[in-house]
């Protein structure tokens, strides 16, 4: 028998090169699939799932391959979204610094990641999961524990409820113009006012109480 010669790949190597280069393909496209899903979806919640293909460059039967419909690329694309919300939060909370600069920190990141905007964007238009719901009852319950921890240390007004933070954001992400830089810029300017309001020493008496769990419920319900 012939000995192999040094770097020659083995039989089973050489048949499974090409497995991995199609699962490699599939990967990238994926990642294109969703990240395309995220532009088109910012800009137009009832975009089809041709101009999802189309933005992503690859063919409507590729898509619908991955994701057997409509319902289910949404579920993975505000799934992330939610995600990574719960990690932003969770390391909010890790933080060894004192509680407000932690929260301070926790709000420009996620205006900066721009995962807030495209949940709201698409609340009501889509099938939700029990892991969606689990993952936003977890995100809640994360914010309800960075607002105690911030207001503890006397310089989170006091009359701020964690249901107020997914307003406040609401308002940040709905800041956008066609130049990404621009939109970063301009939501940092008006997160720092409201980092303002939000610690001011005099706070002025709000005229309304926080959003109920219902009121908040209402805008991912809108479409059922």
Do not use: K
């Amino acid at each position: 028998m012939p000995s192999r010669t040094s770097g020659e790949p083995t039989t089973d190597e050489a048949r499974d090169r090409p497995r991995r280069g199609r699962h490699a393909e599939a990967t990238r496209n994926d990642t294109a699939i969703v990240e395309a899903a995220r532009e088109v979806l910012l800009r137009d919640p009832e975009a089809s799932m041709a101009a999802i293909a189309q933005a992503a460059r690859v063919g409507v039967g590729g898509l619908y391959r991955r994701y057997a419909g409509r319902d289910e690329l949404l579920q993975r694309v505000c799934g992330d979204g939610l995600r990574r919300f719960v990690e932003l939060a969770e390391q909010a909370l890790a933080d060894d610094r004192d509680a407000w600069s932690a929260f301070e920190a926790f709000l420009g990141h996620v205006v900066d990641a721009d995962v807030h905007a495209l949940t709201v964007r698409l609340g009501g238009t889509f099938r939700s999961t029990v892991e969606l719901r689990e993952l936003a009852v977890r995100g809640g319950d994360l914010v309800d524990d960075l607002v105690r921890r911030a207001q503890a240390t006397g310089r989170l007004r006091r009359d701020v409820e964690a249901a107020d933070v997914p307003m406040l954001l609401e308002q940040l992400t709905a800041v956008r113009v066609d130049d990404p830089a621009r939109t970063v810029a301009l939501r940092r300017r008006y997160l720092a006012l409201q980092l303002d309001a939000l610690r001011t020493p005099e706070p002025s008496t709000l005229d309304a109480t926080a959003p109920t769990g219902t009121e908040l419920g209402e805008r991912w319900a809108r479409s059922h």
